[in-house]
């Protein structure tokens, strides 16, 4: 079957058969490996992108077919060219990331939910990401990582370094 | 943060290796693409124990598009590579059913195909004929050898080994003419690591025809030699690679069945081939942990003082023995039992069984069964202070290890280097307020509600190890560096080990940098390459900082010594003239006459004089001594009457691993190791009904804790060095997950003693201590 989706701003047409799951499309037709499968069951959460600017979606739990003529970003779509997105930088400066397996799905979780919520409690933040498993981190560092990110992103433009 | 030029052991510094995993741009396994590969899918088993009648490919090959090559375990047989040794040693493992299957979910045949929907629908397609079997689904069914699970095996039983330490009649002695002792089994439940990459590999023979593995390995040199043992082909054709991995914690070390039939596929087909395991077949058939019933007995005075301490253990090994330990210690360094502790006297033994279900027994964030001794001890000595009525705290002060003992010789044969255990005791009372505590219980107590104060104040052994005592496959368990300094006073270092998330990319270049007065930021760090890096035993059992670490530091001591040489020449004195200080070499008692070893690297290639070209060092460590990190940690519990919910209110971890390389990547492994403490304490379990049937193949049903149910984390250190080591460091990724389940379990029964109930098998789920409080009840009616 043939497919238009657009990823990170690029059109991707692909023939797909239909049992093709998104996220096996963004990493085998589109060579995106960022977005990663670590469970059967859409558990674990490494697969989440985000889906028409906002909606993020575990991409293991929906066939290419369904993302047909849909916007999606993934981890690679996340930097401003050389510029790290704040969630990246916050990741990165809270030490968020041991393995970094989880870690795409994490940021693109925690972008759909500061995009619904941008000024969290810690609370909030622990429930938004309770679909996304990570073994290595303990999730407090990645709280802080979204926190730290949510109060960049509060920032008028302008004023963010 | 520091990027200048010297001081870079114990700062904070950011890692080096976050960029690529934050923009996506990691490089594991599954995301490598070879042109024309094959993807490989196993047929398993459904049955725990069945005799394989048949094996039925034809409708596979003809009728599925795509499927390319189907092998059987009679296949595999006839070229020699039927079984697979495991790293322990005594055993050897089926790579595919031969003749019989021994657990649920075995590998049976192996399919190879097109595309991974073309393997999949062809390994559907592989029609098997079984003749089941009696099951025998636990140790104590297996101890009676009623059912033969292993006729392979020259030995005609299901005991595989009976292992001992200590002086048992001096122990057994000393237990009965204690005037207090207490007694408990405790059941360190099978669980599993379950990191969220799962293990595969993707294998092809290249142009030169050398072998090329890239696989999920823990222990790259390790699978080389052990390749090249199994299959024949020469060591120097085989190239093993460990890409970027998805969390290791230890399922990542033993070799796979799916390893070896992607390699023969490849063989066979000529072209490359990626095996890629499901979350069920990752769950159900790769090295699960623990599974230890363990008889605890200590004994001690009436005013508290321990006197002996025996442990008889009865060990589920599954169907294979692949428990990947060191080949003298088939139950690992369970010896460590006597923990903080100083028993004049103890026993410790352990008798391993077959059974029908997954082979393993792997070291999960664990040195070889140090978590299982840790849980032992620990829980033991609080089921000891309920009996004498002590308060936990106390008793543990009253039988620590004092630090005047140090280097201090324990009754099961180790050397603890060092460790101050009161005074990491006492940081931890301080810090949680201890006393106020218990004066918040015990006015709880009074109104009967359920809060818990738990401690664990474990010690670990770490560093496997010194190549008197430890082997894998013979393969002594030193670690390596090697670092070459270039030109401009950057550098690459390579070392045996392998991160999967901890850091190393950023800790080796801080050790380099260090010693020799240069920017970390300029180290690059390389691992996992076998072509590249120098032969080492890779990274568990909290073993790289141990032993690679030590390697690094003394490879750039030699570069320091070579540079020294070069420095005398440009300062125009002699060698001995010349001292390092302050990061920079200097001529003795004239600080203004001084040399960089950026420059000194430059002269290096440019202005040596009569000395040897370039600046580089290799150093092959192999230890003296085991390390021993200890800790103290407290948790707080509160349990719900009604309902049997335990809360998690508070949790400090005071940890003591010698000298800290990196604070931030310390607290992060604390972090993580806490939550595996925490998931092994109230969530993960591997179970297995009467019939041998995997209950918790996928997510759903082994659960593991998101942020919602994590507690948040409390830390802080004491720091007390190794002697030995050549920074003082001693490892600090497994602590966490050692120490912290006993001070769980601990905390829920303290909170459940007003009850009566004396202990709770983990994991301690909401129904089990709902059951007890109603038992309880029960009872007082």
């Not at chain 2, 493992?93 to 629908?121: H, N, P, T, W």
């Not at chain 2, 390790?222 to 093993?240: Q, S």
């Not at chain 2, 009161?422 to 709880?444: M, N, P, R, S, V």
């Amino acid at each position: 079957m043939k497919v238009k989706v657009t990823v990170n701003g690029v059109a991707y047409e692909r023939d797909v058969k239909p049992r093709t799951l998104l996220a096996y499309f963004l990493r085998e037709a589109c060579g995106l490996t960022g977005t990663h499968v670590g469970c059967d069951t859409s558990n674990c959460g490494c697969c989440v992108v985000v889906m028409d600017g906002g909606r993020a979606v575990k991409s293991c739990t929906m066939f290419a077919v369904q993302a047909d003529g849909h916007q999606i970003m993934t981890v690679e779509g996340l930097a401003n060219g050389a510029t790290l997105h704040p969630l990246q930088q916050g990741f990165w400066d809270q030490h968020g990331l041991q393995c970094g397996y989880c870690t795409p799905g994490m940021m693109l979780t925690a972008y759909a939910l500061l995009k619904h919520n941008p000024n969290p409690s810690e609370a909030d933040i622990r429930e938004g990401l309770a679909g996304n498993l990570c073994r290595c981190t303990g999730y407090q560092n990645i709280v802080k990582a979204v926190q730290q990110a949510a109060e960049k992103m509060r920032e008028p433009v302008s004023a963010r370094s | 943060m520091s990027t200048e030029a010297g001081h870079a052991v114990g700062v904070a510094m950011k890692r080096k290796e976050d960029p690529r995993f934050i923009q996506g741009k990691g490089n594991y396994v599954d995301d490598l693409t070879i042109p024309g590969m094959l993807y490989l899918a196993l047929v398993r088993s459904p049955y725990p124990h069945a005799e394989i009648k048949k094996i039925d490919i034809a409708d596979a090959m003809k009728k599925v598009p795509g499927v390319k090559a189907i092998i059987t375990g009679k296949d595999l047989e006839a070229a020699g590579l039927g079984w697979l040794p495991t790293f322990h040693g005594f055993d050897k493992q089926m790579v595919l059913g031969i003749g019989k299957v021994l657990f649920q979910y075995q590998e049976v045949a192996a399919v190879f195909a097109e595309s991974r929907e073309a393997a999949a629908d062809g390994a559907e397609a592989v029609q098997v004929e079984y003749a089941p079997l009696p099951v025998v689904a636990d140790p104590f069914t297996s101890k009676t050898d009623q059912v033969l699970l292993r006729p392979d095996r020259e030995q005609k039983t299901n005991h595989i080994f009976h292992w001992e330490v200590g002086d048992k009649d001096a122990t057994m002695r000393a237990l009965s003419s204690s005037p207090r002792r207490i007694k408990e089994r405790l059941w360190f439940q099978r669980c599993h690591p379950a990191p969220l990459e799962p293990c595969g590999c993707v294998a092809y023979f290249d142009t030169m025809g050398r072998l090329q593995f890239h696989v999920t390995s823990q222990a790259p040199h390790v699978y080389r030699t052990a390749l090249a043992l199994v299959t024949g082909i020469p060591e120097d054709k085989i190239h093993v690679v460990s890409p970027d991995i998805g969390g290791g914690f230890g399922n990542k070390v033993p070799v796979y069945p799916g390893y070896v039939c992607a390699i023969v596929g490849a063989l066979k087909i000529g072209r490359a081939v990626k095996w890629i395991e499901s979350r069920t077949e990752n769950l159900t058939s790769t090295g699960f942990a623990r599974d230890y019933h363990m008889d605890v007995e200590i004994g001690a005075t009436e005013d508290g003082r321990v006197t002996a301490l025996h442990v008889a253990t009865t060990a589920d090994h599954g169907a294979f023995d692949a428990a990947a330990d060191p080949s003298k210690y088939p139950a690992g360094i369970f010896g460590i039992v006597t923990g903080s502790y100083a028993f004049p006297v103890a026993h410790a033994e352990v008798d391993a069984y077959f059974t029908n279900k997954a082979p393993g027994g792997i070291a999960y964030r664990c040195s070889f069964r140090v978590t299982e001794a840790s849980y032992a001890i620990e829980r033991g000595m609080d089921i000891l202070a309920d009996e004498l009525g002590m308060d936990a705290a106390e008793l543990r002060r009253k039988n620590f290890i004092r630090k005047d003992q140090f280097p201090y010789p324990s009754a099961l044969g180790f050397t603890y280097d060092s460790g101050d255990y009161h005074k990491t005791l006492d940081t931890a009372l301080d810090a949680i307020g201890y006393k106020q505590l218990l004066e918040e219980q015990a006015e709880k107590r009074a109104r009967g509600e359920l809060m818990g104060i738990g401690l664990s104040t474990f010690t670990e052994v770490v560093g496997a190890g010194p190549s008197k005592h430890f082997d894998i496959l013979g393969i002594k368990m030193f670690d390596s560096a090697e670092i070459r300094i270039h030109p401009t006073g950057a550098g690459i270092v390579r070392a045996g080990t392998k991160s999967q998330g901890q850091g190393h990319e950023t800790t080796w270049a801080q050790i380099v940098a260090e010693e020799l007065g240069l920017d970390p930021q300029t180290i690059m760090v390389e691992e996992g390459d076998t072509d590249t890096a120098p032969y080492g035993l890779g990274t568990y059992a909290s073993r790289s900082t141990p032993t690679a670490g030590a390697a690094i530091a003394m490879a750039a001591r030699r570069i320091r010594e070579k540079a020294r040489k070069i420095a005398a020449h440009l300062l125009e004195v002699g060698e001995t003239d010349v001292e390092w200080k302050d990061y920079k070499f200097q001529v003795k008692g004239v600080p203004s006459k001084t040399v960089t070893m950026k420059e000194v690297a430059f002269a290096a290639y440019t202005n040596m004089a009569q000395n040897e070209p370039g600046l580089e060092a290799t150093f092959y460590y192999d230890p003296p001594n085991m390390t021993y990190p200890n800790g103290a940690y407290v948790a707080v519990v509160d349990v719900d009457r009604e309902t049997g919910e335990v809360k998690v209110r508070r949790f400090l971890a005071v940890d003591d691993c010698g000298t800290i390389i990196n604070p931030m990547v310390v607290e992060g492994q604390i972090h993580g190791g806490l939550t595996e403490g925490f998931a092994i304490a109230f969530m993960q379990e591997i179970q297995y009904d009467g019939d041998g049937n995997n209950l918790n193949t996928n997510f759903t049903d082994y659960l593991l804790p998101t942020s919602l149910e994590t507690p948040h984390w409390e830390t802080a250190k004491t720091i007390t060095p190794s002697p030995h080591h050549p920074i003082g460091a001693k490892g600090v990724g497994e602590s966490p997950n050692v120490g912290s389940p006993a001070a769980f379990v601990n905390a829920v029964i303290d909170a459940l003693s007003p009850l009566g109930v004396r202990h709770i098998d983990m994991p301690i789920t909401r129904d089990k201590v709902w059951s007890a409080i109603r038992a309880a009840e029960d009872r007082k009616k």
